[in-house]
């Protein structure tokens, strides 16, 4: 970028040689608005000739023709004691500029910089020409001695239509975010309740994954599959019946290492191809879909073995990527599938046995996917979990959200019933909290709203198939010293401190998740006193039976915690206390029920042995 400065007849002139790149505009703009301030204009006329120069530099670069993108956009801005004329001159087809510019529609991806350009300054005009245009606009400088103390109607009208813009996009992203994330779990359930009914792996397959493909706005997808022989990928599903593709040889030998799916495969991790990292050319997709084509591919494993891959992709590379939201839904679509595959091989081999294990070793794989894979203290707290399942899997677990250095949420939840298809509900829950914390980390401080949300999106599909999920959501904020609770029809929070008999049982209102779509949930807040200790569990830990039948019960759990107060155990002592007594009082009975509990302690002392 060039720029350059001479006084004139008609003021000090200002000329600048913009490349053909929105990255370059801020400098662009910042360096006029540097020439501006020395010329003595207002804060409200230097914001004002800013805003419209930077709206008027991004049109001219986003429109440019092919051959416009090789060449500068030119500023030049002339400043005399009453007026600052501002000219952009671009290489763009051009355009009829309008004389007035209404407020655009919300759902109107266009027209807003014409609104702020037209809103800001006293006079537009546009002169096209052959190869190039300029646009010229005009603002009237205030007198100096009201220079300092009248406000600009002008600019803060136009503020404000900004402020309105940008709110009513941030309202769209957010109503979209929830569409999309509901169309996913709709398309999963359904997919879930078809199984039954269709006559093969493939079929149900392809039906799920063009349901994928509508959700993520993708164009085609390749699903292969490990051979018996564990030796090749073969086609499962494609997308296209004309995708003609042979099996790929899994080995790790240079020459196949051209595939972008055997690169996959052999990795572990996700690979990327787009215009930047293009399909080799001897690449077998690259022949089918062209070498123009941007997606990823997807490895599906269950625990250590590779399943197959999954290949999503975009005819076009120069469509937008993938966002970080499509991708968490093709991982979630990719894991489930690998379940199904995985099954439908077992049924294929028809050794029933074998199949119940191995579906139990998945589904337990998954559950404990879920559970935190290490959970980071807050400063002087320690975290500690423990879950058990009755069969090898089940709809029980904890998760551990750390949000700050001074925060974190907690989560303990209960899918109704055992075995895979409560930890397939738990999975979808699980995944489906964690995106609305993602997407909106300011939500988890209060967790009756996530419930709330995470109900809405799941309560229909959990109605279709009378399924319900308990669940308590715990805000910790260790430097206010206090926690917001949540509860969907889950068990009593327990509250306590080191040395002190007095144990707080919350219980926040609210009912299960899926019972009604529009429930409502309740914050309670509590203040945490020194050496503070919290207990989360699940209720297959107080309903856990002895072999005469008689009950665990929440008066010997709040017996243990209240014990573990007094010794001024560690969060790790009081989880190996609860789990030794509750193995104990079952004895060798079989458990009925799930467990699982979460516990957070304030550690600033040594605890007793």
């Known amino acids: 970028m060039t720029t350059t400065r001479h006084a004139s007849g008609r003021g000090t002139t200002f000329h600048s040689s913009l490349p053909c790149d929105l990255k370059k505009v801020r400098q662009a703009t910042t360096a006029a608005a540097g020439f501006l301030a020395g010329e003595g204009l207002s804060t409200d006329e230097l914001t004002a000739c800013e805003l419209a120069l930077t709206e008027a530099c991004n049109n001219a670069i986003q429109y440019a023709s092919e051959e416009g993108q090789m060449k500068p956009v030119e500023i030049a801005v002339t400043c005399n004691p009453s007026v600052v004329e501002l000219s952009v001159t671009d290489h763009t087809p051009g355009f009829r500029f309008p004389k007035s510019v209404a407020l655009p529609e919300p759902?109107?991806?266009?027209?807003?910089?014409?609104f702020l350009i037209h809103s800001l300054m006293d006079e537009a005009d546009y002169f096209r020409g052959h190869a190039k245009n300029t646009l010229v606009l005009r603002l009237s400088r205030a007198s100096p001695t009201n220079r300092n103390h009248e406000t600009n109607p002008r600019l803060e009208l136009a503020q404000a239509n900004r402020r309105l813009v940008e709110s009513e996009q941030t309202i769209r992203d957010m109503a979209k975010e929830l569409c999309f994330r509901s169309e996913s779990l709709s398309a999963i359930f359904r997919c879930s309740a078809e199984l039954g009914h269709v006559n093969s792996v493939e079929d149900f397959a392809e039906g799920l994954l063009h349901d994928l493909l509508d959700i993520i706005f993708a164009d085609w997808f390749v699903l292969r599959v490990v051979s018996q022989a564990g030796s090749q990928l073969a086609?499962?599903?494609v997308s296209e019946p004309l995708m003609d593709l042979a099996p790929l040889s899994i080995s790790p030998a240079p020459e196949s290492v051209r595939s972008v799916e055997?690169?996959?495969?052999?990795?572990g991790l996700d690979v990327y191809f787009d215009q930047d990292q293009p399909l080799p050319a001897d690449d077998p997709l690259s022949a089918v879909i062209g070498m123009d084509s941007q997606g990823l591919v997807r490895p599906l494993f269950m625990g250590q073995s590779l399943t197959g891959t999954l290949t999503l992709g975009k005819a076009d590379a120069l469509q937008p990527p993938f966002t970080a939201t499509q991708l968490q839904v093709v991982r979630i679509f990719a894991d489930y599938l690998a379940i199904q595959i995985v099954n439908a091989k077992f049924h294929e081999e028809r050794i029933t046995n074998r199949l119940v294990s191995r579906e139990m070793e998945i589904a337990k794989n998954i559950q404990r996917a879920l559970l935190p894979k290490s959970m980071s203290p807050l400063r002087n707290f320690r975290l500690a979990g423990f879950c058990e399942s009755a069969r090898e899997v089940g709809g029980d677990f904890y998760d551990v959200l750390p949000l700050s250095p001074d925060t974190l949420l907690l989560i303990v939840a209960d899918v109704m019933g055992k075995g895979v298809p409560a930890a397939m509900f738990a999975a979808v829950f699980a995944a489906t909290l964690r995106g609305l914390v993602l997407a909106s980390p300011g939500w988890a401080r209060q967790p009756s709203l996530l419930l709330s949300s995470v109900n809405r999106q799941m309560a229909e599909e959990l109605s279709d198939v009378d399924v319900f999920i308990t669940a308590q959501l715990v805000f910790v904020d260790?430097?206010?010293?206090?926690?917001?609770?949540a509860s969907a029809g889950h068990c009593p929070l327990l509250v306590g401190a080191v040395h002190k008999t007095e144990v707080l049982a919350v219980s926040p209102e609210g009912i299960p998740l899926g019972i009604l779509s529009d429930a409502k949930f309740a914050d309670e807040i509590i203040v945490l006193e020194k050496d503070c200790r919290i207990l989360l569990y699940t209720d297959g830990l107080t309903e856990a039976r002895d072999a005469q039948g008689h009950f665990f019960g929440q008066e010997?759990?709040?017996?243990?915690?209240r014990q573990s107060l007094a010794k001024n155990q560690t969060a790790e002592q009081l989880k190996q206390q609860i789990a030794t007594e509750s193995r104990r009082f079952r004895s060798d009975t079989i458990p009925h029920d799930d467990q699982a509990f979460l516990i957070?302690?304030?550690?600033?002392?040594v605890a007793e042995s």
Not at 478 to 485: G, I, K, N, Y
Not at 556 to 561: D, G, P, S, V
């Open 235 to 237: 086609v499962l599903a």
């Open 600 to 605: 957070l302690a304030e550690e600033n002392g």
């Open 107 to 114: 759902e109107s991806e266009r027209g807003r910089g014409l």
């Open 556 to 561: 010997r759990l709040t017996t243990l915690f």
């Open 262 to 267: 055997i690169k996959a495969a052999l990795t």
């Open 478 to 485: 260790v430097a206010r010293r206090e926690l917001v609770a």
